[in-house]
């Protein structure tokens, strides 16, 4: 009975994108001038594993590029060849090239044929060179310490023929197969090499269950036929080798080295199958609106039962209160399914940090710290090309050059680190870099040219938010890498969207430091309830600064401005809820009402309403899916007695300083 392998696509799909995102922090992590060679080994099993798998779904065209990669690894793993940055820079093009694969069978993307041709020529002329023999990169193996080769008996199930052939030009890289079908359906093997078991197993995985396979050694001094077959067994023809790279022969580590790190993945391999699955996105968010839709329940429940005899119920309000503790704690593991470290996103950032300073002439030690740090994955998702482009800001505008760096008493390497840690109910995220910082002179000078408003004295925190004005750019010139203006503007709009706040720290000669600051996830929300007439909204607690009533003589009013309140000093615009959604309040008058101010990237007001109504954390809902987009509204949510209540968008409110929503979100309701 064939099995149809397609609905494993996705896995090998996953596992290869896991095992290219390895290769890569190993590639990252080698040390050209004293490689070590457990690395290398560690990249040639990736390359190994990739092409096992490929080969195993028919994806013929990354195996080609795998089997040249690997053939030059086990060069240089063996000591054959010295390790020079042009075998670095040939394994991260390769690693790109089968990415580029990669993504072309799981999502139909274009591949450049050629791109990938090249790579192989480049791989394949590598590997036709040969190593100084003044520099070895490795201590070369030397016969004494060859890996001693054993005969591996193995028992499998019975298998389709296709799967034979494929298992058995599997084994024949690993050294000499012979096979023998027995009568009751069952295969046997015997493999004559230097592998381990664990390795020997670990390629049977691809075809079989491998604890269906057993495994036994014969003695070293097995007999052989004279025609050179091992007994009863079939002896297999030589694997036909590519017309373009060697086909791989014996692997000389040691035993020892090779048993140990083998016995560590396969152990390693085991703990992940045992502690995780793989859930699709889907099904996870569609239990997240459940248990959304069920803590509305629970609230509802724990209102209606408020209004019950405390004495006559007892038990049954015994049970609501157990029923709302049960809720919060599977709402809050049910959130944390969603949650991913930051390591996520901060292991994008080496290989480009490599490639662009490098690019740029300059030297740049990468850093990371709170890796471990997580955030929702939908926000995790929204944040890297923000990162991505302050990252590349601080590497072009940031960081000097390294003449310029000793000049001025530096070291040559720049630094520049990510950092991400929990604050609260929130996690900021930090760019910074010891570089030549933000020069104050040439931002106000380059504001006044775009028409802005500036003056000389204005503090330095309001100089640094210049720019992130559309089209704002210092730069002298256009480089591919930056100076159109046309990226931090987005980055801030970006991180606005997500609920968050950006502020810049920056010292002339020190360097500069961004920090982001954003919720932990925008399915949750700690809000405040507050009246306006008939109706209850929510504020989202962030944005919140305190809540007061004003004396009748602290409001003002401007001649075409508006009103303004005065709160210690200082006069700030004052927000009516009911004029600007032109409903009817039970207060006009501010000194009757309440005054909530709010505070957003620096820019505070007074939010006019009736009355405070409490605290409580809501479930978000998309209002623009369910209805339509509507200005100064950020979402909804379902309150405990049923009725929809809208969550107000404080940052768009606040940019507006108060000014009159459009009539559509007046008949919202």
């Known amino acids: 009975m064939s099995i149809d392998i397609s609905q494993f696509f996705q ?22 001038d004293a490689p070590d060679t457990e690395q290398v080994a560690a990249i040639f099993r990736t390359a190994h594993s990739i092409k096992g798998g490929a080969a195993t779904f028919g994806q013929t065209d990354m195996t080609e590029v795998t089997h040249v990669l690997e053939s030059l690894l086990d060069r240089l793993r063996r ?53 100084p023999a003044a520099a070895p990169a490795m201590t070369p193996i030397t016969p004494g310490t060859q890996a001693a080769r054993r005969r591996l008996n193995l028992d499998l199930p019975a298998l389709e023929q296709d799967d034979i052939e494929a298992l058995k030009g599997e084994l024949a890289l690993m050294g000499t197969v012979s096979s023998q079908l027995r009568d009751d359906g069952r295969l046997r093997l015997l493999v004559d090499t230097d592998q381990s078991e664990d390795d020997v197993l670990a390629i049977c995985s691809f075809i079989v269950d491998p604890d269906t396979v057993t495994v036994s050694e014969e003695a070293s001094g097995g007999y052989t036929s004279p ?85 006559l119920y007892e038990r049954l309000l015994g049970s609501v209160s157990q029923l709302t503790r049960n809720t919060r704690d599977l709402q809050e593991a049910v959130m944390s399914i969603r949650m991913m470290p930051m390591d996520y996103v901060f292991s994008r950032f080496p290989r480009m940090v490599r490639d ?32 991505t482009h302050l990252v590349r800001n601080s590497i072009d505008h940031g960081i000097e050059t390294p003449a310029v760096r000793a000049a001025s008493g530096k070291l040559e390497a720049g630094k520049l680190s990510l950092s991400a840690a929990h604050q609260g109910g929130n996690i900021v995220i930090e760019v910074s870099d010891d570089g030549g910082g933000l020069n104050r002179e040439r931002i106000l000078d380059k504001a006044r040219q775009n028409g802005l408003e500036v ?13 992130f004005a559309p089209g704002f750019s210092t730069a002298e010139e256009v480089t591919d890498v930056s100076g159109r203006g046309v990226g931090m503007d ?31 996830t925008l399915a949750i929300l700690d809000g405040m309830s507050v009246r306006v ?20 003589e602290d409001v003002k009013e401007i001649a075409g401005q508006g009103r303004v309140v005065r709160v210690r000093g200082e006069y700030l615009p004052l927000i009516a809820l009911h004029e600007l959604f032109g409903i009817e309040a039970r207060c006009t008058e501010p000194s009757q009402g309440i005054l909530v101010i709010l505070e957003s990237d620096g820019i505070r007001a007074a939010l006019l ?61």
């Open 79 to 131: 000591g054959e060849m010295a390790l020079t940055s042009a075998h670095v820079d040939a394994f991260f093009a390769a690693k790109d090239a089968l990415k580029m694969q990669l993504d072309g069978h799981r999502h139909a993307m274009p591949v450049d044929l050629e791109a990938v041709a090249a790579v192989r020529a480049r791989l394949e002329a590598l590997s036709s060179g040969h190593a």
């Open 11 to 32: 896995v090998f799909f996953e596992e290869a994108e896991e095992l290219l995102a390895e290769m890569e922090r190993l590639l990252l992590a080698l040390d050209t």
């Open 455 to 467: 003056a000389d004295a204005m503090p330095d925190a309001e100089v640094w938010q210049l720019i």
């Open 533 to 552: 007439g008939d109706e209850i909204y929510i504020l989202p607690l962030g944005y919140v600064v305190e809540s007061l009533q004003p004396a009748r």
């Open 490 to 520: 987005v980055v801030k709009r970006n991180i606005a969207a997500m609920g968050g706040a950006v502020e810049i720290r920056s010292a002339r000669g020190f360097g500069t430091t961004i920090s982001i600051s954003l919720p932990l």
């Open 356 to 387: 662009l300073s490098g690019k740029l002439g300059k030297k740049v030690d990468f850093l990371t710290y709170g890796a471990a740090t997580e955030l929702d994955k939908g926000l995790i998702e929204r944040i890297i090309d923000p990162l």
């Open 227 to 311: 025609d050179g077959s091992y007994g009863f067994f079939e002896a297999l023809p030589e694997p036909v080798a590519h017309d373009d790279a060697p086909v791989l022969q014996n692997h000389a580590e040691t035993p020892a080295a090779r048993s140990g790190a083998a016995s560590a993945a396969a152990e390693k391999a085991a703990s992940l199958d045992a502690s995780s699955i793989r859930v699709s996105v889907e099904k996870v968010d569609q239990l997240i609106n459940l248990v959304g839709e069920l803590v509305i329940t629970q609230a509802m429940i724990e209102q209606r039962s408020s209004t019950l005899d405390p004495m």
């Open 609 to 669: 309403l009736d009355e405070l109504v409490g605290q409580q954390q809501v479930v978000v809902k998309n209002l623009e899916s369910n209805y339509r987009k509507v200005a100064g509204i950020s979402g909804a949510t379902i309150l405990g007695d049923g009725g929809v209540s809208l969550i107000l968008d404080v940052a768009s409110m606040l940019r507006g300083y108060g000014r009159k929503a459009p009539a559509e979100a007046a008949t919202a309701h």
